[in-house]
Each structure stands twice: as structure tokens, then as C-alpha cells.
């Protein structure tokens, strides 16, 4: 098994739950350690029970794992939901004065502090939290140093006296736990890698950055509206015009208009405001104006839970618009794919000059991870197509004024000229239109002319096919079990895979990160091996499994599904796996075991 | 809006002529609108490839089809949510937008105002002819109290809007009426809402001679009362340029209401612009911004 510590930080919104996770974050990040961070909040800013679980080891960290290590609740409604979730050696760091512990299972450290003893909570409000910190500290086998460098980053800006004091306080609870309670038997491992820490909307919009966006938009909407701040706040060092809109119809319009004049465009929401920009998406594909959307993904429907995570709009984004149109759809795997995918579908809509759309969800989007600089690469390869910016790139340009902006080529792509060339001039319409851009939808129709500019645009598809890879199978081929996900659940997917085969069931994996086009055949010649076939997937009716049957007509032998509004853990999924190899279901929709 | 206006050599109407002819009704308000948007582009002589016309759904919006610059032709009601996009990325393009009282003031209701508020540098026409013309003949957002028409047979009961005081009330920083009956006038009005700096509001009286047997040119010519002849009227005042849109009736004012040209346009107040149109600039991160976007995460 996986050699990680977990640390759950609960507490009411606003009571400064994020700020010990973020000291823990950078001390682990700085030790060389991966980190994945989960945080289950409710849809409340000031009061709502919120708890942060920060899980950190020498290994990649890819979900929030099954163990919590150490508890430390900041008030007694987070004792009372939590404390019952811990198992023999891990602890519970509290303040004595106000929290009552409750029975723990055997083998839990209760760790009280009597906080009012060791420090004057009148001068410092949050004194419960910086005594825990470094009283959990200790207790991980790390050195007082660390945290005294990051409390003086954490407040520098408060000046020396608030920096002493706090140093003081984190010290009186490193010094009591070194007294009072016992150590964790594993002191946390040291390394000398270098690791960023981002969450997935912040992925994204660097992602967007780094493929050379130059127009965003959006309205905010949670939990898309991370990479809306990300883009706000580096606008002006990155070169990018970022608008706030009226509502999401004005957003994917504004974003296609942008697009338009010849740069690159994107735009993110969720489900509710990628419902709103359906009709856009189809002029999008209409004008051959490409345009790169993001939906991050909370549980519907209509405004559903805003703060919790669900796969439940593949099938909006699949029918999203009316009509036959090319589109790209792909989700991205982990928040490090999250900056690695927004370079590669844009290369894709701007070559096949359509719509892209990127299928994340609040686990990623929220979610914080570790991820190597190296994969923040703000130089991947950039292809605009066949894209027309000054006149003189085109032979069919001002010399003989033949340039047609929806001529029928055989791969279905038209050269592109953006408005401003010289010698090029041309409208583009929602309506259909022949190669010259003139309507054929009122009094030139013409159904000849109709069913070639369907076929040249639906050719597009087949180019698009070959630009993008197949899925490949992770693990051994002739595995007792393939687990079959797509998106964000490749980590919880992956760790359940590594349980499975140290519990002696040999289990491997099919991820699914290209949704359109999907490569059937592809995934059908990988499945024809496999023994025992589950698709996992965190929606209520098997969407993917639907989609699957629907492109390949396979049938996979089980579902493990959930659609409570938090993610999987690996035990939920290793369970289910156990429970339907031995026959007893095909449909397994494990119970959420930590309540927010 | 003048931004990077270059003149072109010579212009002639026959430059402006679109691929194809309109196929508007014989006597549709339409024609002359196109007329005069075509007259004051050569009479500016804006090289027609530096010139976007986008429109959203309707007759009217048939307009980026029948004039030879750039266009778009959108969808209903969403003209100026594209026009302010592409404005941003090519502040140089000269952009018109061009659409009807039901695009514009009814599915675009949200986006007019907002492009009002926003002050984005383009001049947008509404062909108003109180109707639903492409849909055979339904009530519009300025169809009168009692109008009958297919959806409303009995008789209109609510009350239309008022274009030229939501402009006003929304912060348009030019505000004006035409009528498609008076070309000069007209051509005049369109001339200087595409060489105003920011958003130039053109409500145009262009009637259907279809659908709409009450707001006929007969109905109009009348009314119609140049705020141009008035010496005592001044453009600058907002307060007196609300009162006067109020008229409505035995008289009723057409001209420019309102003016002001102390505001930013949207893409002047934005420092990311100042390096040029951003379809022209670098679509890399410079290296060091890229590496300190990194290091804040470290």
C-alpha cells in the first residue's frame, strides 16, 4: 500500500479552515512531498461545515485515499461528524476549553490542548488553530523550523509583532505535544523535488495562457469561477482581455466574436451556464468559428448542489446545440492534465475550426494537487490551422477576388481569413450558406448545395479522429478485472487498481480522456481481452456507460456508480469490485461515509 | 468610432454592394437604411475590409449579406455580444451592428443594455418597425397599446418600450433617431455614430409595409420633427435629451438626442490594449511571466 498521512481540517466557513491547510500544504510541498488536497464545503459563506483532507507522501498522491491520520477539529460539530472516522493509530488534535471528544474506535490518540493555558486567546483569536498546527507538527516528526519560515511568509505583511506572536503560540503547541502526546510512528519523509501546488481552475486558465488565449469571459458560476480569478488576476502580466458578462449566452458570444477577429478564445462555466450557451456552440460550428469551452461539472440538475462533484452532463455536452455539427469533447484526467489539455484541444478546434469543449467537475476544478513545473509547460506546440491574417497567404486573395470562405475541400476544412485581410472580405451566417458565405436558406435554398456544406463540415469528423490518440489500457492485459472511468476519476481508479492487486485480484484500467471522438473500435479491441469489465463513474445513470453501448454496442458486466455529490475514495470502489466478482450485484453504489 | 480609421482612395456605392440583392418586401423601410449605410461609409471612405457589419436574426438582420465588408450574420438577439468580442480583439475594425426592434430591444434586451452601460466603441442600428416581420406579423417590444396583430389579435395591453430613453437611462454615450424616409438626415446621423468614440445608439423608423398597417411612412412623415431644426436644442444636455424622448405622438423628434465624448471606450480603458489589437500581439507568455505564474504556486 501507498506509504501517505492524512490530515482532515474541520470547521464552520469562515473559521479559518484554509489557512492551517495552507501552511500544512506549503510545509509538505517543501519537504518534496506530493499532496493532493480535498476540500467538502457547503453553499454557505459564513457558518457552513467545511472539511479540508490535505493527504501527502514521498509516492504521486492522485485522490483523498480511505485514512485519515489526524483529525483536527476546529469546533465540536466537526468532532461529532468526524471523529468516529478514525481508526487505530491515528489522532485527534483539539481545544479542550470548548470541544468534548466523544468515544473513539481503540488505538486513537485523543490530543487535547488546553489552549487557554498555553496562550491568551483574547490577543489572538485563531490561537486554537496555530497551536494545533504546531502540535501536529511535532507529532509528524518535523522540525519547528519549517513551520516558523512559513508563518513568516503567512505574516510578513502584518508586521514583526504579529509575526513573534504567532511563532510563539505555534511553538507552545509544538513544545506541549513533544511533553504530552506520542509521536506518529513514521516521521514524514524528506525530498529533494520541488512541487506547485494548483488547483485544477487554475490548471485550466494557464493552461489557456500557455496556448496563447488572448480573449476570456465568463459569468462566475461554482465552481468554474477559480479560473475566472486565476485570468482576472493575470491578465495584465499575461496579455489577456478578460470580461465579466451579463450571463453565459452574452459570454459564449462574446468569446466567438473574439475568436472571429482571429485570436484565441475561452470561455468556462458550469452546467447551468453551459445549458445557456448551447445555442452559440452551434454557431460556433455554423460560422467554422472555433471557440474552446470549459463546464466544471457540480450535481445537477438545475442548480443542484453547487459545491459538490458529479460526471452527470455527458449527454448535455454531447447534444448541446441542435443539429449535426463536428465538436471535440475531453476530460481531463488529473489537475496536471487540466493545464496539458487546453494546448491540445485548441490545436484541434483551430485546425477543424469548431467548437472544443472540456468536460471537467468540481473535484478537479477545486481540488489542489502537487504537480511537477516541468508539466507546466508554457511552451507547447500552437496550431492555428489554416488560418489567413495578412493578404498575400492566400493565392485566391485580391488577385483574382476568388476567396471563399466555406470552399469544399476534401478534408472539409476551408482556409480561414480573419476580418481586416485585404481581398477577403465575406459574411458569415447561422444560416446555411454556399461557399461564398451567401444564404441558401431563404430564397437560394437548395438542396444540392444543402447536403454538400453538411458533408464538407461533417468531413471535418474524420480528420478529427486522426488527430486525436487512442485510449490505452494501464496494467496487465489479461487482468481478473477492468475498471473502466473517464476523467477525474483516473487517480481513485488507479490506487484501487494497486489495492485490488495487493488484495490478489489482479485488476488493470481503461481511462477514458478523449469523450469525442471516442475510438470505439479501439476501445472494443481493448476490451475484447479483458475478463470481468466494471465502468466507474460518478453520475446516477451510467452516462458513459450509456455512450459506450451507444457507439460500440458493448455491455459491461457491472456499474460501481455514485451520485451523492462527493467523490470516490478507493475503498468504495475496491469493495464494489469484491462484492460483484463474487456475484452478489452488477450494480454497486457505495455510501459516503463522511458527512458535509 | 475612429480608431485606426485610414481613408481609402475613392469609394463608390457600387464598392458597397453586397454579393447578392436584398430580397426585403418592395417597400421595405430596409432599403434605405442599407442606402445610407452604404452612402456614409464612402462618404468616409473606410476601406471596406477594415469595416465588420454583424447582425442577429430578422429581415433586417439580412443586412451584413447585401453590403460588401466583413460580416456576421449571429444569432437572434446575440449581434452585440459578438460585435463587443470582436471589437476587443481587433480594436482597429471599424464594427457596425445592424438588427430589428425584436432582435435588438426583445431576445438582445440583456445585451443592449449592457453594451450601453459597458460604452463599447460601435454604432448600432436597430431597424424599427414595431413588428415581428420574418415571423408573418407578431407584437414586438415597441408595438403600441392595442396593436393587433397574429399573437396578439384583441389588441396589445402592454406597454412598448422606449428605445431612445433606455438608451439614455442605460449610458449611451450617443443617442439618436432616424427615419428611413429621410436619407439625408439619415446618412448624416450614421456618419457621426460610426465617428463618435464609443456606444452610438441609432433607432431608425423603418416601417413594414407587410405587417404593420399602423406605423406606416404616411403615419411617420407627419410626425416627424428634426431636433436639427431646433436651434435652441443642445445634445449635450441629458436631462433635456430624456424629456425630448418622451414625445411621442402628433409630434415626434428624430436627430441626434444626446452626445458625450468625455467617457472611456471599453477598449480604451483597458491597459492590456495598449499594446495594440491583441489579434496582433504575441500569443506567447514571455518566459520570465511564465515562470513567475510557476514560482507563486512553489
Known amino acids: ?596 | 468610432m475612429a480608431t485606426g480609421l485610414q481613408f481609402a482612395g475613392e469609394l463608390t456605392m457600387a464598392d458597397l454592394k453586397g454579393k447578392v440583392d436584398p430580397d426585403w418586401c418592395p417597400g421595405c423601410g430596409d432599403f434605405g437604411v442599407l442606402a445610407a449605410v452604404q452612402k456614409a461609409l464612402v462618404e468616409l471612405r473606410i476601406p471596406t475590409h477594415n469595416v465588420v457589419t454583424i447582425s442577429g436574426i430578422g429581415c433586417s438582420s439580412n443586412l451584413p449579406g447585401y453590403i460588401n465588408t466583413y460580416g456576421m450574420h449571429t444569432l437572434h438577439g446575440r449581434a452585440l455580444a459578438v460585435a463587443t468580442g470582436l471589437k476587443l480583439a481587433n480594436h482597429e475594425l471599424t464594427v457596425l451592428v445592424t438588427g430589428g426592434d425584436g432582435d435588438g430591444f426583445g431576445i438582445g434586451g440583456n445585451h443592449f443594455v449592457h453594451s450601453m452601460r459597458r460604452n463599447v466603441d460601435l454604432l448600432y442600428i436597430v431597424m424599427d418597425n414595431q413588428i415581428y416581420g420574418l415571423t408573418t406579423g407578431q407584437t414586438s417590444p415597441t408595438s403600441r397599446v392595442g396593436m393587433k396583430t397574429k399573437s396578439m389579435p384583441f389588441g396589445n395591453i402592454e406597454a412598448p418600450i422606449n428605445p431612445i430613453s433606455l438608451a439614455l437611462a442605460a449610458g449611451a454615450t450617443f443617442v439618436a433617431r432616424g427615419f428611413s424616409g429621410e436619407q439625408k438626415h439619415l446618412t448624416e446621423l450614421i456618419k457621426q455614430g460610426i465617428q463618435h468614440k464609443g456606444f452610438s445608439f441609432l433607432d431608425v423608423f423603418s416601417p413594414c409595409v407587410t405587417y404593420n398597417h399602423d406605423n406606416t411612412y404616411q403615419w411617420f412623415r407627419p410626425r416627424v420633427k428634426k431636433l436639427e431644426d431646433d436651434p435652441a436644442y443642445d445634445s449635450s444636455e441629458w436631462t433635456a435629451a430624456m424629456e425630448k424622448s418622451r414625445l411621442w405622438g402628433d409630434e415626434i423628434p428624430i436627430g441626434k438626442f444626446f452626445e458625450r465624448t468625455d467617457l472611456p471606450t471599453l477598449h480604451g480603458a483597458e491597459p492590456v490594449l495598449n499594446q495594440g489589437p491583441l489579434v496582433h500581439c504575441d500569443p506567447r507568455v514571455p518566459p520570465d511571466v511564465a515562470r513567475s505564474f510557476i514560482e507563486e504556486l512553489m
Open chain 1, 1 to 596: 500500500m501507498k506509504q501517505t498521512f492524512a490530515i482532515a481540517i474541520g470547521g464552520a466557513a469562515g473559521q479559518g479552515v484554509a489557512t492551517p491547510g495552507d501552511i500544512f500544504a506549503k510545509i509538505f510541498s517543501r519537504r518534496g512531498l506530493n499532496l493532493n488536497a480535498y476540500n467538502a464545503y457547503q453553499s454557505i459563506i459564513r457558518g457552513g461545515h467545511t472539511l479540508l483532507t490535505i493527504r501527502t507522501g514521498r509516492e504521486k498522491v492522485t485522490n483523498m485515499g480511505d485514512r485519515i491520520d489526524l483529525l483536527i477539529p476546529l469546533n465540536q460539530d466537526t468532532m461529532d461528524r468526524h471523529l468516529k472516522l478514525l481508526t487505530g493509530g491515528a489522532a485527534c488534535i483539539y481545544n479542550a476549553d470548548t470541544i468534548k471528544p466523544g468515544s473513539a474506535a481503540d488505538g486513537v490518540q485523543l490530543c487535547p490542548l488546553p489552549v487557554s493555558e498555553l496562550v491568551d486567546i483574547k490577543r489572538n483569536k485563531v490561537a486554537q488553530n496555530t497551536l494545533a498546527i504546531g502540535a501536529g507538527l511535532h507529532m509528524m516528526g518535523i522540525g519547528f523550523q519549517a513551520l516558523e519560515e512559513v508563518l513568516q511568509e503567512q505574516f510578513r505583511k502584518k508586521g514583526d509583532v504579529v509575526v513573534a506572536e504567532n511563532i510563539g503560540v505555534a511553538r507552545a503547541g509544538y513544545d506541549y505535544a513533544a511533553a504530552r502526546f506520542t509521536a506518529f510512528p513514521n516521521p514524514l519523509p524528506k525530498t529533494d523535488n520541488r512541487y506547485a501546488i494548483l488547483s485544477g481552475n487554475a490548471a485550466m486558465a494557464m493552461g489557456g495562457a500557455a496556448a496563447g488565449v488572448k480573449f476570456y469571459c465568463a459569468y462566475p458560476m461554482s465552481p468554474s469561477t477559480g479560473v475566472l480569478h486565476w485570468m482576472a488576476a493575470h491578465a495584465r502580466k499575461a496579455g489577456i482581455m478578460v470580461r465579466q458578462v451579463e450571463d453565459e449566452i452574452g459570454v459564449i458570444n462574446m468569446a466567438i466574436g473574439a475568436a472571429h477577429a482571429g485570436v484565441r478564445a475561452m470561455c468556462a462555466t458550469s452546467g447551468g451556464g453551459f445549458a445557456l450557451m448551447s445555442e452559440g456552440l452551434g454557431m460556433s460550428a455554423m460560422i467554422e468559428t472555433p471557440v474552446v469551452v470549459i463546464n466544471c461539472q457540480r450535481a445537477g440538475p438545475s442548480t443542484g448542489v453547487p459545491t459538490k462533484t458529479e460526471q452527470g452532463d455527458l449527454w448535455q455536452m454531447l447534444g448541446a446545440a441542435f443539429g449535426d455539427y463536428p465538436r471535440v469533447i475531453a476530460a481531463p484526467l488529473d489537475i496536471g492534465d487540466c493545464f496539458k489539455l487546453i494546448p491540445e484541444i485548441f490545436n484541434i478546434a483551430d485546425r477543424f475550426q469548431c467548437p472544443g469543449l472540456v468536460l471537467c467537475d468540481l473535484l478537479l476544478s477545486e481540488g489542489r494537487l502537487s504537480v511537477h513545473p516541468k508539466e507546466l509547460n508554457f511552451s507547447p506546440p500552437i496550431d492555428r490551422g489554416e488560418l489567413i491574417i495578412t493578404n498575400g497567404t492566400s493565392p485566391e486573395g485580391v488577385a483574382n477576388g476568388g476567396y471563399k470562405r466555406y470552399k469544399i475541400t476534401d478534408s472539409g476544412i476551408s482556409p480561414r481569413a480573419i476580418p481586416g485581410v485585404p481581398g477577403h472580405i465575406h459574411t458569415v451566417a447561422t444560416d446555411e450558406h454556399m461557399e461564398n458565405g451567401v444564404l441558401i436558406s431563404d430564397e437560394f435554398t437548395n438542396p444540392v448545395k444543402r447536403r454538400a456544406m453538411m458533408e464538407k463540415r461533417m468531413r471535418k469528423v474524420a480528420g478529427i479522429e486522426s488527430a486525436v490518440p487512442r485510449p490505452v489500457l494501464l496494467g496487465k492485459r489479461d487482468a481478473e478485472v477492468t475498471l473502466i472511468g473517464w476523467g477525474s476519476t483516473k487517480g481513485v481508479i488507479e490506487e484501487s487498481c494497486e489495492i485490488l492487486n495487493e488484495h490478489g485480484i489482479s485488476a488493470n484500467q481503461l481511462q477514458i480522456r478523449w469523450l469525442v471522438p471516442l475510438h470505439g473500435e479501439a476501445i472494443l479491441d481493448i476490451l475484447k481481452d479483458s475478463r470481468h469489465t466494471i465502468i466507474v463513474e460518478n453520475n446516477y445513470s451510467g452516462q458513459f456507460a450509456r455512450y459506450l453501448r451507444s457507439e460500440t454496442s458493448f455491455v459491461p458486466n457491472g456499474h460501481i456508480r455514485k451520485y451523492d455529490g462527493e467523490p470516490f475514495m478507493p475503498h468504495h470502489i475496491v469493495e464494489a469490485v469484491k462484492e460483484q466478482l463474487a456475484g452478489k450485484t452488477k450494480l454497486s453504489v457505495p455510501m459516503h461515509e463522511i458527512t458535509v
